[in-house]
């Protein structure tokens, strides 16, 4: 009998042997597409190719997440091929399939399908659906116990066209483990003043909420990063210091670091370094943190000039967008106050203008100071909080100055129009007294509406004109208050010249250029500037990326608007603001000189920020100019013209001679010919290593009439 147990446990012992428990099943790897083509996976359309890609496509932003080399990637040629790519039959052996998905957010047209008996079982798809979004893969399963033995196939399916109209699929396998999902919400006392987070430039883009008092006080989108950080967004907490507050966040990887991560401080992390980094403008404004596009609200009220801006305070790329604020006294030194203006229920916040309310037309002043009132775009659709809600226009007043808002209870004013009907400029129109609102609708249509109280408005008119980012003001001509004509514009900074009866635009011109540069765009001016002063500033988005930099995007240089007779005909000019003098440093300047060949008379100056101002006399040169830290600024005498970098623009002497005023800062020499009769920012991230001027002089001597040089200050010193 002893014998017959022993035999007995030495048998069981060695089935254990033989037949592993559940646990210790290896995963059963069905495809990982790391080679040259698909094998026996049956491919339809052209969506797939000829075989796995090698990671990102022509055209396409960076993928990422994916394993080893290869991967499915149907965005093959672009978003508008299609297609299917099958697997070869296999036995469901284990109780979970596993696999790599990024890509589109569009079930039944984009996704990967797990067939048994010809139907779809199991579906899946990536999770980007609106513009920006991320190419990076994760992590998903299908429990597939319930489908123990049966014969499937995987199917990949692309039917979509247009946007995020591909997915990506790497690394399938059977496994007895599921994909396990990190925390998803994190609770804490708000005791600092910033909650610092972490972001992965390229991580997949999930929903982050803030919650207090049972209220998301703040909802966006973040690619959080799983383990080591690219640079850490901020959130200003303040507000709610002492509340119990609850984050919480779409799920994430195993063993993400993400939430656990996110800390609280009196500082923002990395701060030590903030306006010192190596790409940081020294004279030109860029956000602390994430990324900025247009400039918004720009208005003026009691010694302060307030910007807003397009901002993603929580990424380096588009999208999540806020408004952004700073204040200035002079138009060179900013601070940045907190976001004026947050996503909500309507959607992201879009761009738009401000006003003050001189005269409580709306009837939200409650105490000494006047509404400053912002009108701005709820974007509907682009947001995760909206549920495809339209365009819309909203309002946002404070009566403290621009340090607090409230968004109006009656929001949206101004209902869907039609198209993307967006960025609405709303001035004060004295002769009617009334509010005016220029607005784009579509199809390069700006329309007309007037109201009394900013928030019932009634439309008057349409002009086919500008794509969006519409603006309306008066000026002078060459200073005559008594001639005074309109300008409207668009994104680009073209413009019409005209009249304007408070309803109706009529142009006395077509379309004009404005500047010849590189990065200028969605620029707007100051509403409210006080009478004593008089100028129509304006501020533009610079588009300069900064690789590796916590923020990303730049404003141009404030310039000062005029309207002069040319020979041509009536024409903008634009010439930096007279405040650029509070950052001047060394003076070099020189005098009726002639410039010959092989001479620099720039020679042994060197740094990293420039104020110039030069008066030319072109004589027997063939062409003449500078070398800024290797970047040439070159005029040619026989064609008459201005170039930089590509660009180029038609500069003809007057009363024999060419004047030039340039701006150098660390990513952008911005250009002004003959007292802004051309403009032409560039943007150009200049080389540390060389800070070197030179004056040149080609084929011919040049006459140098007057050379007057400044070394710039940094703005943040």
Known sequence: MKKLLICFFLGLSGCIAVQPTTRERKDILIADFEGETYGEWKVTGEAFGAGPAEGTLPDQMQVSGFEGKGLVNTYFNGDDTTGTLTSPEFEIQRKYINFLIGGGQYPGEACINLLSDGKVVRTATGPNDRPGGSEQLDWSSWDVSNLAGKMAQIQIVDQRTGGWGHINIDHIVQSDKGIEEGETSREMVFEKRYLNLPVKNGARKRIMKVIVDGQAVREFEIELADDEADFWAFMDISRFKGKKATIEVDPVGRGSKGLIAIVQADSIEGGEDLYKEKLRPQFHFSSRRGWNNDSNGLVFYK??????????????????????????????????????????????????????????????????EKPIVCIYTSAGGTSAMSKGQPFTQSIAYSNDRGRTWTKCEGNPVVGHIRGGNRDPKVIWHEPTGQWVMVLYIEDSVMTFLTSKDLKSWERQSDIKSYHECPE???????????????????????????????????????????????????????????????????????????????????????????????????????????????????????????????????????????????????????????????????????????????????????????????????????????????????????????????????????????????ELRSAWK
Request: hydrophobic content about 35%; glycine content about 12%; some cysteine.
């Open 303 to 368: 010694g302060e000039y307030h910007l807003f801006y397009q901002h993603n305070p929580y990424g380096w790329n588009w999208g999540n967008m806020h408004w952004g604020h700073a204040v200035s006294k002079d138009l060179v030194h900013w601070k940045e106050l907190d976001d004026a203006i947050c996503p909500d229920e309507l959607g992201t916040i879009f761009s738009g203008s401000a006003v003050v309310d001189e005269r409580n037309t709306a009837g939200f002043q409650t105490g000494s």
């Open 472 to 710: 309306l003001f008066e000026l002078p001509v060459d200073g005559d208050k008594s001639n005074m004509r309109w300008i409207l514009y668009g994104g680009s900074g073209d413009y019409l010249i005209g009249q304007f009866d408070g309803k109706e635009f009529k142009k006395q011109t077509e379309s004009i250029s404005f500047q010849r540069g590189n990065c200028f765009y969605a620029s707007q001016t100051f509403n409210n500037i006080p009478e004593g002063d008089g100028r129509r500033i304006q501020i533009a988005w610079g588009r300069v990326a900064m690789p590796g930099m916590p923020f990303n995007q730049q404003m141009l240089f404030p310039v000062e608007l005029t309207l002069r007779t040319t020979d041509e005909g009536i024409r903008m000019f634009a010439e930096p603001v007279r405040e650029i003098e509070t950052i001047h440093g060394e003076r070099h300047t020189w005098k009726a000189k002639s410039l010959r060949p092989g001479g620099n008379l720039l020679s042994g100056i060197e740094g990293e920020l420039f104020h110039i101002r030069a008066e030319f006399r072109p004589a027997g040169a063939a062409d003449f100019g500078f070398v800024i830290r290797g970047e040439p600024v070159v005029y040619n005498v026989e064609k008459k013209e201005i170039s930089c970098k590509g660009k180029s623009a038609e500069l003809r002497p007057m009363n024999g001679k060419i004047r030039l005023e340039i701006l150098v800062d660390r990513t952008s020499i911005e250009l002004f010919g003959n007292d802004g009769r051309v403009y032409m920012p560039i943007g150009t991230i200049l080389p540390d290593d060389n800070r070197t001027l030179e004056l040149f002089s080609n084929d011919g001597s040049t006459g140098i009439e007057s050379l007057e040089l400044y």
